[in-house]
C-alpha cells in the first residue's frame, strides 16, 4: 500500500499571502489529522477529519482551516500568512484503529 | 507546564547500548501511549502502540507504561547507528484518541 501523500513537499510565501496544502491519505483510510510542527513548540495538533467533518479541532486561531472531500483526501488553508506559520506541516491518516500513519510533511516558510 | 515533558537530549550512546527513553504527563485522562521515531526531514513513524498500563515488547523496543507515575519509557537494546533520529511520545485520551499530545522529543545518537 501507498503511504501518506503531501504535497507539495516545500513552499514559500510571504506574510499576508495564503496557501493550500493536500494529503492523501492511506487508501482505506477515512481519518484525516494534520499537525504543525516547529522547532520552538514541537508538534502539535491542529484538526482532524473523518467522512468529510471535522471531528476535533486543536487550539489554533480561525486562519487556520482545513476540509476532507469524498475520496479522504484532505486540505488545510492558512491565510493571511505570518512569520510565525514557519513551519513542517505533518498530515496523519488512520483506519478504523486509532493508529495514525503520518506523510512527509510539507515545509512552509514564510518570508 | 507542558502536558507532556520529555527530555530533549541530545543523547549519545554507542551501538550496542541499552537506550532508555522517557516522558512524564499531567493528564490523567490520557489513556493511549505511543512512541513515534522521526528521522531527519522525514515524517514520524509510529514504532510503539499501548494502551493503558503494562509492557509491550516488539523485536529490540520495549514500551512501558506507569499510570500511577505518569510515566512512561522506551528501551531499544542492542541499539544500532539507524536508530540514530528524534524520538518522540505521544499519548491522547478516550473519544479523541486520533488527536495526539506530544513530548518534544528526544535526538538520540548511536556511535558505531
Known amino acids: 500500500k501507498a503511504g501518506v501523500t503531501q504535497t507539495p513537499r516545500y513552499l514559500i510565501k510571504t506574510r499576508g499571502q495564503q496557501v493550500t496544502l493536500s494529503c492523501s491519505p492511506i487508501s482505506g483510510h477515512r481519518s484525516v489529522s494534520w499537525y504543525q510542527q516547529t522547532p520552538g513548540q514541537g508538534l502539535q495538533f491542529l484538526f482532524e477529519?473523518?467522512?468529510?467533518?471535522?471531528?476535533n479541532k486543536g487550539n489554533f486561531p480561525g486562519r487556520f482551516s482545513g476540509r476532507q472531500f469524498s475520496n479522504s483526501r484532505s486540505e488545510m488553508n492558512v491565510s493571511t500568512l505570518e512569520l510565525g506559520d514557519s513551519a513542517l506541516y505533518l498530515c496523519?491518516?488512520?483506519?478504523?484503529?486509532?493508529?495514525?500513519?503520518f506523510g512527509p510533511g510539507t515545509r512552509l516558510t514564510v518570508l | 507546564q507542558k502536558e507532556v515533558e520529555q527530555d530533549p537530549g541530545p543523547l549519545s550512546v554507542p551501538e550496542g547500548a541499552i537506550v532508555s527513553l522517557n516522558c512524564t504527563y499531567s493528564?490523567?485522562?490520557?489513556?493511549?501511549f505511543m512512541w513515534y521515531r522521526q528521522y531527519s526531514r522525514k515524517g514520524p513513524e509510529l514504532l510503539m502502540y499501548?494502551?493503558?498500563?503494562g509492557n509491550k515488547e516488539d523485536g529490540r523496543f520495549t514500551a512501558q507504561v506507569d499510570k500511577s507515575s505518569k510515566y512512561i519509557s522506551l528501551f531499544i537494546r542492542d541499539s544500532q547507528p539507524s536508530d540514530s533520529a528524534t524520538y518522540l511520545c505521544a499519548m491522547s485520551e478516550p473519544g479523541s484518541a486520533r488527536q495526539l499530545t506530544f513530548g518534544s522529543g528526544t535526538q538520540l545518537t548511536v556511535l558505531p
Open positions: 477529519y473523518f467522512s468529510e467533518t471535522q471531528r
Open positions: 496523519a491518516s488512520s483506519a478504523q484503529t486509532d493508529t495514525q500513519y
Open positions: 499501548t494502551y493503558s498500563s
Open positions: 493528564n490523567s485522562a490520557f489513556q493511549y
